[in-house]
C-alpha cells in the first residue's frame, strides 16, 4: 500500500522562495539554430544529458539509457495517439472553413480552433470531404454543425454528425493531417515520427515527445535488464503550447487534460515501491497524471488509486512529491509551465545551469530534440 508522503519528502507543501514564483526567472536564451526541426534517426541516437547528483551530470546517448537504471526500477509511458486534428472543410456555399480540433469534450463534441471566410453562427454546418455517390448533389464524407460559439475567441464547439465514436476517428484519420507545434517551421519529419511507437489511445494534438526516443529494440533491452514498464493515457490538448502570462506563477490558471490512470499500472507503482524500486516518468505528461491522480485521492482521504477524469494540477518549486522518482524530459520552452514543472523536481537555478551547459555543448531542444533523465540521487 502506498503512503503519504514518501520516503523523506514533508508533511506539508513547502513555500517556494521569491524567485521561483516570478515567471522572468523562468527565461533564457536558446540560440534558434538549437530548435530541432526533424528529428534525429534511429530515434534513441539522440543525446540524453544525465543528471544522476545534486552537483553532477554525465553526457550520453538515449540508446544507453539501460545503463542508467537498475532492475526493478519502472517506466512508466503515455500511450496517448496523436490526432491528424486539422481539417480543411467548406460550407454548402463553398466558403472554405479550417478546424483544428483542441479538445473532446464528450464523444462526438470536439471543442476547435475555426477559422473562416465567413462568421460561423450556431446552426452553421462544415463539410468535410465529398464523395459523387450522388450524381446532382456531392455527399459529404463528414459533416459538423457548430453548437456554441462563445468557447472563446475564434474558438467554437462542434458536433460531429457519426453513428459511433469510432467512425469519427476512422473519418479524422482519414481527412485530417498532422500539425507539429507551432515553434517548428519547415521540418522534415513525417507524422508517423511525431508519433511513439507505442502509441495507442487516440485523443492527443501533440506527441508526448519524451517519448519519442524510445525504439522497439530499446524496450527490448530494458525488459532484458529487469527495467519494467507501465502506461497511462492523458490526452494532450493544445493548453500544452499555452504561454504563462502572469508575473506571479501562483496565479495562472493551467489548462485541464483528461487522464486515465488503470489498476493496473497503480499495482505496478505498488510492487514496484515494496521492493525497493525507482517510479521513473516518461516525460511531464505522465509526471501530471501521476501526481494529478495522487493528489485527488488525497483529498479524498484515500492512498494513490485507479482513476479516469480531468486534471488541472499546476506542478512548480514547493511542490511536494507524492508518486514519482524521477523522469526522462525533453528541453523546453522558456517561461513554460513544463520549465515550471522540471524546476520543481531539482530546482530552478540547478535547471537552468544545466540548460546553459545543454546550450554550450549544442544539444538540441524541444520536441525534437535531445533529452534529460533526472535520477533521484540528484534530488
Avoid at 32 to 47: F, W
Avoid at 56 to 85: C, E, K, M, Y
Avoid at 248 to 254: F, G, L, P, Q, S
Avoid at 362 to 372: A, I, K, L, N, T
Wanted: aromatic content about 8%; glycine content about 6%; charged content about 20%.
Amino acid at each position: 500500500m502506498i503512503k503519504y508522503p514518501q520516503k523523506n519528502l514533508p508533511l506539508v507543501e513547502s513555500n517556494p522562495v521569491q524567485e521561483d514564483i516570478l515567471l522572468s526567472s523562468y527565461n533564457y536564451h536558446l540560440p534558434p539554430e538549437l530548435i530541432a526541426k526533424t528529428p534525429v534517426m534511429p530515434r534513441d541516437s539522440s543525446r540524453l544529458l544525465v543528471v544522476n547528483s545534486p552537483t553532477t551530470h554525465r553526457h550520453s546517448i538515449f540508446q544507453d539509457l539501460p545503463r542508467w537504471l537498475s532492475p526493478g526500477d519502472l517506466l512508466i509511458f503515455n500511450n496517448t495517439r496523436v490526432i491528424p486534428a486539422r481539417l480543411d472543410g467548406k460550407q454548402s456555399t463553398g466558403n472554405s472553413v479550417k478546424v483544428f480540433l483542441l479538445e473532446e469534450k464528450i464523444p462526438g463534441y470536439w471543442l476547435a480552433l475555426v477559422e473562416s471566410e465567413k462568421q460561423l453562427n450556431i446552426g452553421s454546418e462544415i463539410w468535410f470531404g465529398t464523395t459523387d455517390k450522388d450524381p446532382i448533389e456531392k455527399i459529404p464524407l463528414l459533416q459538423a454543425t457548430v453548437i456554441d460559439t462563445n468557447e472563446g475567441k475564434d474558438t467554437q464547439l462542434l458536433k460531429f454528425e457519426v453513428s459511433t465514436p469510432e467512425v469519427l476517428w476512422q473519418k479524422i484519420e482519414q481527412l485530417g493531417t498532422v500539425t507539429l507545434p507551432p515553434f517548428i517551421q519547415e521540418s522534415q519529419a513525417n507524422p508517423s515520427q511525431y508519433q511513439t511507437i507505442y502509441a495507442q489511445q487516440p485523443g492527443s494534438v501533440a506527441a508526448p515527445t519524451a517519448g519519442l526516443h524510445f525504439t522497439q529494440e530499446l524496450l527490448e533491452e530494458l525488459s532484458k535488464q529487469g527495467i519494467n514498464q507501465a502506461h497511462i493515457t492523458l490526452q494532450i490538448s493544445s493548453g500544452t503550447f499555452h504561454p504563462v502570462e502572469v508575473e506571479e506563477i501562483t496565479k495562472h490558471n493551467i489548462h485541464q487534460e483528461w487522464i486515465d490512470v488503470s489498476e493496473t499500472t497503480i499495482k505496478q507503482i505498488r510492487d514496484t515501491q515494496a521492493e525497493g524500486g525507482r517510479i521513473i516518468a516518461v516525460g511531464t505528461t505522465v509526471v501530471r497524471a501521476l501526481e494529478g491522480s495522487a493528489k485527488v485521492a488525497e483529498q479524498l482521504g484515500q492512498n494513490l488509486t485507479a482513476f479516469r477524469g480531468k486534471t488541472d494540477i499546476f506542478i512548480y518549486p514547493g511542490y511536494r512529491w507524492r508518486v514519482i522518482d524521477g523522469m526522462i524530459t525533453n528541453f523546453h520552452l522558456p517561461r513554460s509551465s513544463l520549465l515550471m514543472l522540471v524546476s520543481a523536481l531539482i530546482g530552478r537555478d540547478r535547471l537552468l545551469e544545466l540548460y546553459r551547459e545543454a546550450i554550450s555543448s549544442q544539444y538540441r531542444f524541444y520536441s525534437f530534440g535531445d533529452s534529460m533523465l533526472i535520477l533521484p540521487e540528484c534530488r
